[in-house]
């Protein structure tokens, strides 16, 4: 984005009449923006705007980037009318749409959320990466098959050269594509250095289709670092309080991390040996404690969603 706004305000700039201190307070709130410097960069852009002289393409520019920075304080409302303002600049500007939808996730403000992801949508309909968000919001409105719909036309749209790794696994896994999700997940586990995450998707999916914990597929992992107790619990060498405790071994964040994902793979693992009373209060955590940006998140809600 950045480099589209300086080129903007450079074109602008020469298009018409930008009083000397505007630009420089605007040319100033971009440079601070670019240096993570969020209030004095909402400082900067306020004077900008202030001055009311500046041409629409730098209006457009001011308002995103002090919408960006407002987003970054956690100052919804504030970024909310920026995005807004840059959206009555250019109503069609997807990314706009996107970025104010994300912001009224952020609030829990699901259907206005929905409803911009809705327009962009509408607007540029064969972009893929719109309906991986739309599923997101579903997921959070408990639309599970909306939900599930948006993913399938996601990876319809993806280009095929991008159709691997660990993340289109799961959304293979979650539209019930395990074939093609363990494809996926042994491709990654092989290609990925040390890639023990993907390991751990591989082997649910082994033993989802009636298969042996992928072994030879094992990747070198220091023993002592997390993951490695649930790979040790996959592999029937740890008990499962023991990979509770030592969930709990590190600062605050990184436990909260590693109980949401011991939650989430152990209680996994009882749902695909048919365990379903030992697996949902497990997942029911991971469903409620495990942060949305986790890729555990998703498929935890639409797991617990489909347990009796």
Same mark, same amino acid.
């Given at each position: 984005?950045?480099?589209? *706004?300086?080129?903007?305000?450079?074109?602008?700039? /020469?298009?018409?009449?930008?009083?000397?201190? &505007?630009?420089?307070?605007?040319?100033?709130?971009?440079?601070?923006?670019? $240096?993570?410097?969020?209030?004095?960069?909402? $400082?900067?852009?306020?004077?900008?705007?202030?001055?009311?002289?500046?041409?629409? &393409?730098?209006?457009?520019?001011?308002?995103?980037?002090?919408?960006?920075?407002?987003?970054?304080?956690? =100052?919804?409302?504030?970024?909310? =009318?920026?995005? &807004?303002? &840059?959206? *009555?600049?250019?109503?069609?500007?997807?990314?706009? /749409?996107?970025?104010?939808?994300?912001?009224?996730?952020? /609030?829990?403000? $699901? #259907? #206005?959320?929905?409803?911009?992801?809705?327009?962009?949508?509408?607007?540029?309909?064969?972009?893929?990466?719109?309906?991986?968000?739309? %599923?997101?919001?579903?997921?959070?409105?408990?639309? /599970?098959?909306?939900?599930?719909?948006?993913?399938?036309?996601?990876?319809?749209?993806?280009?095929?050269?991008?159709?691997?790794?660990?993340?289109?696994?799961?959304?293979?896994?979650?539209?019930?594509?395990?074939?093609? *999700?363990?494809?996926?997940?042994?491709? #990654?586990?092989?290609?990925?250095?040390?890639?023990?995450? %993907?390991?751990?998707?591989?082997?649910?999916?082994?033993?989802?289709?009636?298969?042996?914990?992928?072994?030879?597929?094992?990747?070198?992992?220091?023993?002592?670092? !997390?993951?490695?107790?649930?790979?040790?619990? +996959?592999?029937?060498?740890?008990?499962?309080?023991?990979? +509770?405790?030592?969930?709990?071994?590190?600062?605050?964040?990184?436990?909260?991390?590693?109980?949401?994902?011991?939650?989430?793979?152990?209680?996994? !693992?009882?749902? =695909?040996?048919?365990?379903?009373?030992?697996?949902?209060?497990?997942?029911?955590?991971?469903?409620?404690?495990?942060?949305?940006?986790?890729?555990?998140?998703?498929?935890?809600?639409?797991?617990?969603?489909?347990?009796?």
């Amino acid at each position: 984005m950045k480099q589209f *706004a300086l080129a903007a305000l450079i074109v602008a700039a /020469m298009a018409g009449p930008v009083s000397g201190r &505007s630009y420089d307070d605007l040319n100033a709130g971009i440079q601070l923006y670019n $240096l993570r410097q969020w209030n004095d960069a909402v $400082l900067a852009l306020d004077k900008a705007l202030a001055a009311n002289d500046l041409v629409p &393409s730098l209006q457009f520019i001011a308002h995103y980037d002090r919408a960006w920075a407002h987003l970054y304080l956690k =100052q919804y409302d504030l970024a909310l =009318q920026d995005y &807004s303002a &840059s959206l *009555a600049l250019r109503p069609s500007e997807t990314q706009v /749409m996107i970025d104010r939808a994300m912001t009224y996730l952020n /609030m829990g403000k $699901l #259907e #206005e959320a929905a409803a911009d992801i809705d327009g962009a949508i509408a607007a540029h309909p064969q972009l893929a990466w719109p309906y991986g968000l739309r %599923a997101t919001v579903n997921v959070k409105r408990a639309q /599970m098959d909306k939900s599930r719909e948006d993913m399938k036309t996601l990876l319809k749209l993806l280009p095929e050269t991008i159709r691997r790794g660990t993340v289109i696994g799961i959304i293979n896994w979650q539209i019930g594509e395990i074939g093609g *999700a363990e494809d996926n997940f042994s491709y #990654e586990a092989s290609h990925g250095p040390n890639n023990r995450y %993907a390991w751990l998707w591989y082997s649910l999916a082994e033993v989802r289709l009636g298969k042996a914990v992928p072994r030879r597929s094992l990747p070198d992992f220091d023993k002592t670092a !997390w993951p490695a107790p649930i790979i040790h619990f +996959f592999l029937g060498d740890m008990a499962q309080d023991a990979v +509770f405790s030592a969930a709990q071994q590190g600062d605050a964040d990184a436990t909260k991390g590693q109980i949401c994902e011991a939650n989430f793979y152990i209680g996994e !693992w009882l749902l =695909q040996h048919h365990d379903q009373a030992g697996a949902k209060p497990l997942m029911a955590k991971a469903a409620s404690d495990c942060p949305t940006g986790f890729i555990e998140w998703s498929p935890a809600q639409m797991d617990l969603a489909g347990l009796p």
